[in-house]
């Protein structure tokens, strides 16, 4: 059975700022240095995103489909592959981001599902177990600001 990660966190902010941040460029850019997107907003959409481009190529890319989006409630991904110009290609990969609202505050759960067993795959569970909890405060952090 493959694994997968759960994390989660309580921003001030509506289902449609997370959204944004999730999905729009200048955001993606500002709270998690995000070089490049293409992301297209609609079930079936492309979501790809990369960061550390310089001239000698792009060192990490995540791309994939958006399975099912809902500017009230959530954003799924699948077929989600992790490109890092020093490591195997990895994946696929499912993503969903599920957002609740609540009158003063939404609550974000991210759970990334697809982790196959093994050595290769170990480095990269390990370093988004311990990912997600940062990128949800640096998320945070810019929505609250």
């Given amino acids: 059975m493959k694994k997968f990660i759960e994390s989660e966190i309580r921003i001030r902010a509506t289902v449609t700022q997370i959204l944004d941040a999730l999905l729009e460029l200048d955001h993606l850019k500002k709270w998690w240095g995000v070089d490049s997107a ?3 907003k609609k079930d079936g959409g492309i979501y790809t995103i990369t960061w550390l481009k ?3 190529g792009i060192k990490f890319i995540s791309t994939g489909r958006i399975k099912l989006y809902d500017r009230t409630s959530h954003l799924h991904l699948e077929d989600m ?3 890092n110009s020093e490591k195997p290609i990895l994946g ?18 991210i759970r990334q ?5 093994g050595p290769k795959h170990e480095w990269y569970y390990k ?7 940062q990128a949800l405060v640096m998320l945070k952090n810019y929505l609250e600001k």
Wanted: glycine content about 8%; cysteine-free.
């Fill in 92 to 109: 696929p990969f499912t993503i969903q981001y599920n957002i609740e609202s609540h009158k003063s505050f939404s609550i974000l759960k």
């Fill in 54 to 56: 310089s001239e000698h």
């Fill in 113 to 117: 599902g697809g982790f196959e067993k």
């Fill in 127 to 133: 370093a988004v177990m311990e990912g997600w909890p």
């Fill in 38 to 40: 293409l992301i297209e």
């Fill in 81 to 83: 592959v992790y490109i």
